[in-house]
């Protein structure tokens, strides 16, 4: 018994570096085995093969199994991790898409070369510098676009509506987008503006914005972070730190690596730490944009309005690679200051499907802000005032997915040279029956999930021997959810004449227009209005609801280990 007890201390004692043996040699083993399967196929594989195109996509399924953040670029492919960290690129400055088998102009950016150059939304492009892009892919496209800055290339283009081939000369620019599309002063003294990415120095152009808002009379600041999906961390810390005061904690990082564990305190002095805000949230808004919204709201400096954001509590740091390439790898969990971590999703523990469950609200933590205000932990930021979001049919989607809305703009904007300015336009209830007519015209088809759902229905009801003693329910369903294309032009009118309108005013007045546009009837818009136009609203938003105070001096709660 006492040998028995000594030996299975002893292994005890020896699991860790038993284990870390084991793992070496896994990797290894596969390493290896990988390397011999690449090897017989390129040999012995009936046809050729494309070894980079094969080991690629292998290296891209493997990553997917892991979280939707961790990603390889290869080396031709490095342009595109620059762009998300810096905002900047050098080419004509446009957004192009698949259409019809061929590549089109999607939106050209206000002010630069596609756009000085005179390139619509809709034109297809032929050839770049005489080489045939008829049959080319986006990427392929994409890739003869940019260039050195100042260099020019010739676009061959056909416009919709004309026959006769257009020959463009633009000269390419190095491409910054400004990550403030829109920034003004209403009529009562609240400085609104729309921040749409942490890129680098987007901070500062935050402080520049607010600092000119308050030029203009500003007493109070919109900041709207809807669909902004996040960025770099430290820009997150550094807009932050514009409204706290120096030395605050506003994230900590927790991961595998403790050497890489860090701690973000504001640097600087403040620009102004009593200005009421108010922060706009939706789903979409994600990761750094999180870390603004929930540590402003931990510290009770804003009000956040809108709806619950998308829950993204992790953070990527980008590795080189051999042969110039990189992967950029989730290495950590972020906290903020009340210490919980909103990440929504548990992408270690996967259902047998391989899908990933949402946390329940039922498993999340408590926390308090520091005026003793109770939060949760994972699931996003849940805001001081929620409204709920439209939901529309899907034949928007489909309308949209399908081009017939972007068709429909691009034949409609043929016929007008000018419309109303973009907080004043609204379609006409005719041009809406001509979109009717023109959507009629086309062999349009959707809900085909709700087709393919009533199928599978019918085939596992005929398998278990219920389709006859259910056929008349089942007839009833199915002509319930059979897709009618004028009950739901009609049914969804609002929706899908808000989408049209859109595109309509961005042809004119480009993204800051539609963003003009759609404020003009936003009910998320109005209510962060309405709190800063009551200031007993406002303050009673950050103050806990009665019986619910924190003992005096409390500031967070001090975490478990929460990392695993």
């Known amino acids: 018994m006492v040998l028995l007890a000594i030996t299975a201390m002893h ?91 061929q590549v089109i102009i999607n939106e050209p950016y206000e002010g630069l070369p596609a756009d000085k150059a005179g390139l619509k939304a809709g034109d297809a492009i032929l050839e770049i510098d ?25 676009l061959t283009i056909q416009r919709p509506g004309e026959k006769k081939e257009r020959t463009i000369v633009i000269v390419r620019e190095k491409i910054e987008m400004d990550p403030i599309t829109y920034a003004e002063v209403t009529d ?15 901070s500062g152009r935050v402080k520049e914005t607010v600092t000119d808002l308050k030029k203009k009379g500003a007493t109070s600041l919109i900041m709207d972070l809807r669909g902004n999906g996040g960025g770099i961390l430290d ?62 709201q931990d510290l009770d400096r804003a009000a956040i309005v809108g709806n619950r954001s998308f829950g993204k509590g992790l953070v990527q740091t980008p590795r080189d690679l051999p042969y110039g390439g990189n992967i950029k790898i989730t290495t950590s969990k972020y906290y903020i200051p009340s210490g919980r971590c909103i990440q929504a999703l548990d992408y270690s523990h996967r259902n047998p499907d391989g899908s ?33 979001q439209e939901k529309g049919g899907t034949i928007a989607y489909y309308l949209m997915t399908d081009h017939l809305i972007f068709d429909y703009v691009t034949n409609w ?29 086309k062999d349009f088809r959707y809900d085909q999930l709700s087709e393919r759902s009533l199928q599978q229905l019918r085939n596992m009801m005929e398998f278990e021997g219920y389709l006859d003693v259910a056929s008349d329910e089942y007839k009833a369903l199915e002509a319930k959810l059979q897709p009618n294309l004028d009950r739901d032009l009609e049914l969804f009118k609002a929706d899908i004449r808000s989408m049209i309108e859109s595109e309509i005013v961005q042809r004119y007045y480009y993204k800051k227009g539609v963003l003009i546009h759609q404020l ?45």
């Not at 605050?248 to 991961?255: A, Q, R, W």
């Not at 973009?422 to 379609?427: A, H, I």
């Open 11 to 101: 292994s005890m004692a020896q699991s860790p570096a038993d284990d870390k043996n084991q793992r070496y040699y896994d990797i290894n083993k596969n390493i290896d085995i990988f390397n011999s399967l690449l090897r017989e196929l390129d040999m012995f594989y009936v046809d050729s093969i494309e070894v980079n195109n094969l080991v690629q996509g292998t290296i891209s399924n493997m990553l997917t199994r892991l979280d939707p953040y961790t990603e390889y670029y290869s080396e031709e492919n490095m342009g595109d991790l620059q762009f998300l960290t810096t905002g900047e690129y050098a080419g004509i400055g446009a957004i192009i898409s698949y259409k019809d088998e």
């Open 130 to 154: 005489g080489q045939d892009m008829r049959k080319a892919s986006v990427k392929e496209v994409s890739d003869k676009l940019k260039g050195t800055p100042g260099t020019e290339l010739r």
């Open 188 to 202: 009562d003294h609240i400085g609104y503006f729309y921040f749409g990415s942490f890129t680098t120095n987007s």
């Open 235 to 296: 820009e997150a810390v550094n807009v932050v730190n514009l409204f706290v005061q120096k030395g605050e904690e506003i994230v900590s990082t927790k991961g595998k690596v403790k050497q890489w564990d860090r701690t973000y305190h504001t640097q600087n002095q403040p620009l102004d730490q009593v200005i009421p805000i108010v922060v706009l949230i939706d789903t979409s808004s994600a990761s750094a944009s999180e870390i603004v919204a929930g540590g402003l």
């Open 356 to 388: 990933v469950a949402r946390v329940p609200d039922s498993l999340t933590t408590i926390f308090k802000t520091r005026n003793g205000r109770e939060v949760r932990d994972g699931g996003g930021i849940t805001p001081d005032i929620t409204l709920p």
């Open 413 to 441: 904007v043929q016929q007008h040279q000018k419309i109303a300015p973009p907080e004043q336009f609204r379609l006409t209830d005719a041009d809406y029956e001509a979109f009717k007519e023109f959507v009629k015209s």
């Open 520 to 564: 003009s009837r936003d009910k998320v818009f109005d209510k962060a209005v309405e709190v800063l136009n009551h200031p007993d609203l406002f303050q009673s938003l950050l103050q806990p609801k009665p019986g619910n105070t924190a003992p005096a001096g409390e500031i967070k709660e001090k975490r478990p280990n929460q990392y695993s």
